[in-house]
RNA sequence: GGCGACGUGGCCAAGCGGCAAGGCAAGGGUCUGCAAAACCCUGAUCAUCGGUUCAAAUCCGAUCGUCGCCUCCA
């Protein structure tokens, strides 16, 4: 079995091979920060996220890159609006997303670098690209020059001509071909600047990341991440870029992540249809927004609604089922029970994988998960003692490890101070029970239930949480 | 105008040539004093039309619809 993944390049599925056996180095474009992160970029983060833990589950060793840009118009213009200094918008901004992927239990990135650390790496990037005829200098601007890239356009499929029909930005008259795009931008008075050849300025968007993939890993890397809307004009570029200057082909496999729709539009920035990351978590665990990315495919659009969010909790719910320990006195499964439940769990991790393996099918994948739960309830009903439901459940929390879920309960009782008036509520309910006086121990679990506390019955007493 | 994605049961969504996964919701049942949970059972011929094939949701063509990129955007 080996892995395949799609690759934007060649828009089709390939069988994953790296340049160094056992290494992958990733590249992953991290947000422009002029704003806060919202559930979009959630998705991405997400996406590669399970992407590389799964490569690491599959034994690779994983050099992981997620860059900021912390210099861009935006950023400026956002920043003079305000009246902060853009750099500490920019580092604010960079803090506040930190918190975002570690509160969505995302990894973090083996290293995170960041455009205003690497000026000097950009710099002498675009002056290369001068040298080599592929960029020229006008006014200290400095532009790349698209006809010289023989394959420009390879990646989003396009060629040059038939984009021009539909350029309807002014064009720069100095610029030699209308698609020629900005390494290097003059700075206007009040702006922040650089010093270089050209004279005082900043980078334009694209090369940076060229820079920092190339800085942090190397001509040439086995994946390079983004959302879709990413193909052109910015990883299109990057290649323009980085191929231009090592004369290699730049990444194996360029993998894209399709948009999350929020009222039937992708979730905008500049358009402000969004839901911001902060927001979203003030109501919702981090493993919700990974079970909505898991129960779909990372390429498509992806729905984002408040039916899907219920659902996704509802579902988290089920998974967890599973988790809950053997019954109490249970004599342990039969031989035959047994060894059904183990050939059932030991097919489930190979659909898993086989799921996984195919372009990281997370939905499929996810499907087998749910599969396993089943298997795991039903040993329990039939009897399996501890141990067994324990061995279960490792497996399933393996996989599910894998996933990146921490199918962990959000413990509002702790440190609550109606806790110990509810566990004493709880205590006279019992005994009310003991002497079957009904229609009081449903009152009070009523009553309860209306206050967002759920009581559940069973042989050995009682239990309650927060819903 | 160029490039692309998508349309599967009420909702979310796998499958991509061989009798349609999974989750949510709904209905019935087992268990329970009742309820909850868990378990069992029930439901779609896959936008439309035409073609290829022994066989299509899966391939080809057309049509309709939705969304996206070509300008900053994960």
């Known amino acids: 079995m080996s892995l395949k993944l799609y690759n934007t390049l060649t828009r089709t599925k390939e069988e994953f091979v790296t340049i160094e056996p056992g290494k992958v180095r990733m590249y992953v474009c991290g947000p422009t920060v002029y704003d806060k992160a919202h559930m979009g970029h959630a998705m991405s983060a997400l996406v590669f996220d399970i992407l590389r833990r799964y490569l690491v589950f599959r034994g690779y060793e994983v050099t992981y890159v997620m860059n900021f840009t912390d210099v861009d118009d935006k950023i400026i213009k956002r920043a003079n609006e305000s009246g902060e200094d853009p750099f500490v918008l920019g580092q604010r901004l960079i803090d506040d997303y930190k918190q975002n992927l570690v509160d969505l239990n995302i990894l973090p990135a083996t290293i995170h670098p960041r455009a205003t650390q690497e000026m000097e790496g950009i710099v002498e990037m675009i002056q290369d690209l001068i040298n080599k005829g592929c960029a020229y200098a006008v006014d200290g601007d400095v532009y790349f020059r698209v006809e010289k890239d023989a394959d420009y356009g390879k990646l989003s499929h396009r060629n040059i001509n038939d984009m021009q029909a539909g350029a309807r930005i002014d064009v720069d008259e100095r610029k030699e071909h209308p698609m020629d795009f900005a390494l290097w931008k003059s700075a206007k008075p009040g702006e922040p600047y650089w010093g270089s050849p050209w004279g005082n300025g900043r980078p334009g968007w694209h090369i940076e ?5 190339r800085e942090h890993l190397g001509d040439q890397i086995d994946i390079h ?8 004009p910015h990883h299109e570029n990057e290649i323009a870029q980085t191929e231009s200057v090592t004369g290699k082909p730049f990444a194996r496999f360029w993998m894209h992540n399709g948009m999350l729709q929020l009222n039937g539009q992708d979730m905008s920035k500049s358009t402000g249809n969004l839901v911001r990351i902060e927001d979203f978590l003030r109501d919702h665990s981090g493993d919700v927004m990974r079970m909505i990315v898991l129960n779909g495919s990372y390429r498509g659009p992806m729905t984002f609604t408040d039916e899907v969010v219920a659902q996704a909790e509802k579902a988290l719910e089920r998974m967890r089922s599973a988790l809950k320990p053997a019954l109490p006195g249970a004599e342990g ?116 239930k209306a206050l967002g506390v759920v009581i559940e019955d069973s042989r050995e007493g009682s239990s309650w949480h927060f819903e």
């Open 333 to 448: 499964l039969s031989e035959a029970d047994t060894r059904e439940f183990h050939d059932a769990l030991f097919n489930a991790r190979e659909e898993f994988v086989a799921c996984m393996d195919d372009d990281i099918n997370t939905a499929g994948a996810v499907g087998k998960l749910f599969d396993l739960v089943r298997t795991i309830n039903q040993a329990r009903d039939r009897g399996a003692n501890a141990e067994q439901i324990a061995f279960g459940q490792a497996g399933l929390l393996e996989l599910t490890g894998v996933l990146g879920l921490t199918l962990a309960v959000e413990d509002k009782s702790a440190g609550n101070p109606a806790s110990d008036y509810i566990d004493l509520l709880l205590e006279l309910r019992a005994e009310v029970r003991q002497r079957k006086l009904y229609d009081l121990s449903d009152l009070i679990r009523n009553r309860l």
């Open 209 to 213: 990341c060229s820079v920092m993939s």
């Open 225 to 232: 991440g983004g959302g879709n809307d990413l193909i052109f």
